[in-house]
């Protein structure tokens, strides 16, 4: 039996594990793109931001997803750092996707622990009695905030995702 075909070897797994980051990726920035330009906008455009209760709507929905968030950033980083001595990727890639994976982490945490609840709390409606006016004030900023680091997020993601599919596609071959 040849080294490449132990069941235990490293040259084995080494697939797998692409798959499993390039997977996690596609499913999280898919993910992404559908709450942020499909259903985001659609529950702005049905008049739910300027009810009271959409800032506990909001919380909810991304109270689930900021988790899932969080475990697709650690699967990815996991995945990479496994592959970290087998992969065929140049030893500069491997860094970079390293360092890339742990700002998604970084991103998913400051999305789960910073700017979700901030932005719950400015959308809070306090008073009961007096009715919503509209954004409040400094939501503004957190929304140009979050614009900024969903893109970043995006193109670190996918430049991890096509180092991954150039290194499968040279397995393969």
């Not at 490449?4 to 898919?30: C, D, H, N, Y």
């Not at 499909?38 to 009810?51: R, W």
């Not at 996991?78 to 360092?99: A, D, E, P």
């Amino acid at each position: 039996m040849s080294a490449g075909l132990k069941v235990g070897s490293a040259e084995q797994r080494q697939p797998t594990w692409q798959a499993v980051i390039m997977f996690a990726l596609g499913f999280w920035l898919s993910c992404s793109l559908i709450l942020d330009f499909v259903i985001m906008p659609t529950l702005s455009s049905a008049g739910m931001m300027s009810q009271g209760s959409f800032a506990t709507a909001g919380y909810s929905i991304f109270w689930i997803f900021n988790r899932i968030e969080l475990l697709c950033a650690t699967v990815v980083l996991s995945s990479l750092l496994v592959l970290r001595g087998t992969s065929n990727l140049y030893s500069y890639v491997r860094r970079w996707s390293i360092l890339l994976s742990v700002l998604l982490l970084a991103i998913a945490l400051i999305y789960t622990y910073v700017m979700t609840p901030q932005m719950t709390a400015l959308a809070m409606q306090l008073n009961i009695l007096q009715p919503a006016t509209g954004m409040p004030e400094g939501m503004v900023q957190m929304h140009g905030e979050y614009g900024v680091l969903e893109a970043i997020k995006l193109i670190a993601g996918t430049t991890i995702l096509g180092w991954c599919y150039r290194d499968s596609r040279n397995l393969a071959a």
